[in-house]
T-cell receptor
Framework: DSGVTQTPKHLITATGQRVTLRCSPR?????VYWYQQSLDQGLQFLIQYYNGEERAKGNILERFSAQQFPDLHSELNLSSLELGDSALYFC????????????FGPGTRLLVL | GQNIDQPTEMTATEGAIVQINCTYQTSGFNGLFWYQQHAGEAPTFLSY????GLEEKGRFSSFLSRSKGYSYLLLKELQMKDSASYLC?????????????FGQGTTLQVKP
């Protein structure tokens, strides 16, 4: 158990819908990262937040957005969902932005039908 | 741009030693990580190299050569539970960002 929690574990929804994935980092960690893992793309970095502010951005679609709240939990919002958005979404956290290790949560498996 | 290459699959025998290679081409290199991932589960941290050389941690060791853009993960005394995907990841950017770029992963199958 990494100490990072994610909810929900599984999510099934329809195309065009909007969902919110939630992540609570390890106690004391200030940075939160979101990754998407699909079968054909591997693990892809989406976005990083540090202490409430966006710090780095990867290949995140405009339909996706994220935020980190004052209590340091983070949410990833996915809208206008398409079939290709079906994937495992992982959240990771680290102490600071330059901390050497990111600890991953158990992930949210999203299925878009 | 960035490019990280690992073999797709490897097979080894229980009790043996296996070496998983990773080559990378990326700007702004700021460290290399190895993660283990069992199917459908979260990646778990194995090792980290930022300077050239070998880092040893129990049955696992990782090596880095920055000039060659090369790393390997060495697993000794293989156990059946080591069957998993091994992900090589490069950290890019300045010291206050932690963006990781992952390779496609190497699926290791350990046979009795």
């Amino acid at each position: 158990d990494s100490g990072v929690t994610q909810t929900p574990k599984h999510l099934i929804t329809a195309t065009g819908q909007r969902v919110t994935l939630r992540c609570s980092p390890r106690s004391g960690d200030l940075s939160v990262y979101w990754y998407q893992q699909s079968l054909d793309q591997g693990l892809q970095f989406l976005i990083q937040y540090y202490n409430g502010e966006e710090r780095a951005k990867g290949n995140i679609l405009e339909r996706f957005s994220a935020q980190q709240f004052p209590d340091l939990h983070s949410e990833l919002n996915l809208s206008s969902l398409e079939l290709g958005d079906s994937a495992l979404y992982f959240c990771a956290s680290s102490r600071q932005g330059w901390e050497e290790t990111q600890y991953f949560g158990p992930g949210t498996r999203l299925l878009v039908l | 741009g960035q490019n990280i290459d690992q073999p797709t699959e490897m097979t080894a025998t229980e009790g043996a030693i296996v070496q998983i290679n990773c080559t990378y081409q990326t700007s702004g290199f700021n460290g290399l990580f190895w993660y283990q991932q069992h199917a459908g589960e979260a990646p778990t941290f194995l090792s980290y190299n930022v300077l050239d050389g070998l880092e040893e941690k129990g049955r696992f060791s990782s090596f880095l050569s920055r000039s060659k853009g090369y790393s390997y993960l060495l697993l000794k005394e293989l156990q059946m539970k080591d069957s998993a995907s091994y992900l090589c990841a490069v950290r890019r950017g300045s010291s206050n960002t932690g963006k990781l770029i992952f390779g496609q992963g190497t699926t290791l199958q350990v046979k009795p």
